[in-house]
């Protein structure tokens, strides 16, 4: 006998045919099937949601101890504005300085044009009083005999040597003054970004085992030079086939800052790049591909690159030393020149999907001297003279 139907009323299970239960609530189980199908889908929608709901309370714990980790930058925030009230009043005490120094040297030109003054008022009376008399006398023959030959009129214009004294003395060098305000401001903010950004030093060293055959690694791993006569190295699946290396550290995560040296002669370009960057060919050049992001000096021609695109920059560098900082996380890589005042050069603005690796290249196209690059890791230091980097 089949059992086909479900007495609701009776809580039990019989088939189509039963007399006991008729008059009462009579389901068939072929309509239960259904619904039991149709909860069978609501329980895994839930349950994906629930597994959906769990996840976000996951990330939602991790971003809550991310934050909860930045507590610390509250004292990091005051730190600075102490570094920064001190640099403050070092910028104070120089502008005032510099007041001072040209208030005191315009004041020492009015005292020594004044005294200059008080010489020539004293001999000009000493002039007017023989004068004086003769005017006085009334023979004119006594008058004629007394006068003396030399007796004449004022030598020169004090009025308008004293006016040109004063405007001299006007014209303090207000440009001075600006620049120094100017220098000492910019100074602040790298050292307020320096010290709120800055996580850790990056000791960049390079990898000899991706180094092109025309570069030559110096012992301590930093510095490397440009040779015209190609040298043999083991053939090694990272080794480019030119004058281009990568760092051996690679940065995924976190703030990092290093500086490049060059020498004055010579073509260069560095910046990062993911691994994965081409080891042959125009692509594997810095800039010339999706994997890499550089600064690059061509035939004294500066430009920053990325996948081919070029952005020029227009004005000549004053000197040889460059910083690179790389914020991983909020896809920034900045290059700075490194004189006094510091200035900015370049930003790129991404977002970085693969591990990074510092990534340089260096060549020559005559034979005229000696082309290196050498790398280095720094802190900057705001001294009274300047910014300075060690």
Not at 167 to 196: F, N, W
Not at 293 to 305: D, P
Request: one cysteine or more; proline letters at 3%.
């Amino acid at each position: 006998m089949l059992l086909d139907c479900h007495c609701v009323e009776g809580a039990a299970y019989l088939c189509n045919h039963c007399i006991v239960h008729r008059g009462q609530l009579v389901k068939s189980l072929e309509e239960d099937s259904v619904k039991k199908e149709l909860l069978s889908n609501v329980l895994k929608e839930l349950s994906t949601s629930k597994a959906e709901t769990e996840d976000n309370i996951q990330s939602l714990n991790k971003e809550s101890q991310y934050f909860q980790s930045k507590q610390g930058l509250s004292r990091k925030v005051s730190m600075v504005f102490e570094i920064l009230k001190k640099h403050m009043d070092t910028i104070e005490k120089r502008v005032l300085s510099e007041i001072s120094r040209q208030v005191e040297e315009a004041s020492g030109s009015y005292q020594a044009e004044i005294q200059e003054m008080e010489a020539k008022k004293k001999e000009l009376s000493r002039k007017m009083a023989p004068i004086m008399e003769l005017c006085a006398m009334t023979d004119p023959i006594t008058v004629l005999e007394r006068m003396e030959p030399e007796v004449g009129g004022v030598d020169g214009n004090p009025q308008e040597t004293t006016a040109d004294c004063r405007k001299a003395a006007r014209d303090m060098d207000e440009g001075l003054i600006s620049q120094i305000l100017h220098t000492g401001l910019a100074e602040l903010v790298v050292t307020a970004h320096s010290t709120l950004f800055m996580d850790e030093e990056s000791n960049i060293l390079l990898d000899e085992n991706t180094m092109g055959n025309n570069l030559l690694l110096l012992p301590d791993n930093k510095s490397f030079v440009w040779s015209k006569t190609q040298k043999s190295k083991p053939k090694t699946p990272g080794r480019f086939r030119d004058h281009q290396v990568l760092s051996s550290t690679s940065f995924s995560t976190g703030r990092h800052f290093w500086t490049v040296e060059t020498s004055k002669i010579g073509n260069w370009r560095f910046g990062v790049s993911y691994g994965s960057i081409a080891r042959k060919g125009f692509r594997s050049y810095i800039g010339c591909n999706d994997k890499s992001w550089g600064l690059c000096k061509w035939n004294n021609q500066y430009s920053a690159m990325h996948a081919c695109k070029v952005t020029k920059i227009p004005d000549r560098f004053t000197c040889q030393r460059f910083g690179v900082y790389l914020d991983y996380e909020a896809g920034h890589l900045s290059f700075y020149e490194l004189c006094n005042p510091i200035r900015h050069l370049y930003t790129f603005n991404t977002i970085f999907t693969e591990p990074l690796f510092g990534v340089f290249r260096l060549w020559l196209d005559s034979n005229r001297g000696e082309t290196w690059m050498s790398l280095r890791t720094d802190r900057l230091c705001i001294c009274h003279g300047g910014a300075e980097w060690f």
